[in-house]
């Protein structure tokens, strides 16, 4: 589905970032799909979830929008890292991996799976880590 490309999977930032974290890049994993029609996907950002990268792609963490920190009262901050960030993933992560499809070559350009291998995968590691008292 590479093809989509009104919309893009990995931003680099063109100004300073907002977030709390020395990142210079974020990829989207996951916003309301408005529609799809020909090859224009069209994007509802009341609800997404932005993954942030450092310099040298390192994820530092993940910036939420209002809507979703709202739906969480657990949670205090539109950023999250560390463990905080896995269990919210997990959460959504039947929703991210299916968002993700969306770009699935791109996607796998940087993880080197495609989005169904790569959550399945990483599902048993952040399951470990969410159930770990550090």
Sequence with gaps: MSQIKSVQFVKKYTRESKSPWDDSSTMLWLA???????????LDYSRYIYVHRNDVGQI???SI???MQLDHPNINSRYLSGKEMITFLLFYIDEIQQFCELWADEFEQHFLLPPSDYFEAVCWRWNSIAVRSD
């Design 32 to 42: 309301n799909v408005a529609s799809e029609y020909h090859e224009n996907l069209v």
């Design 65 to 67: 929008s209002k809507k």
């Design 60 to 62: 530092v963490g993940i």
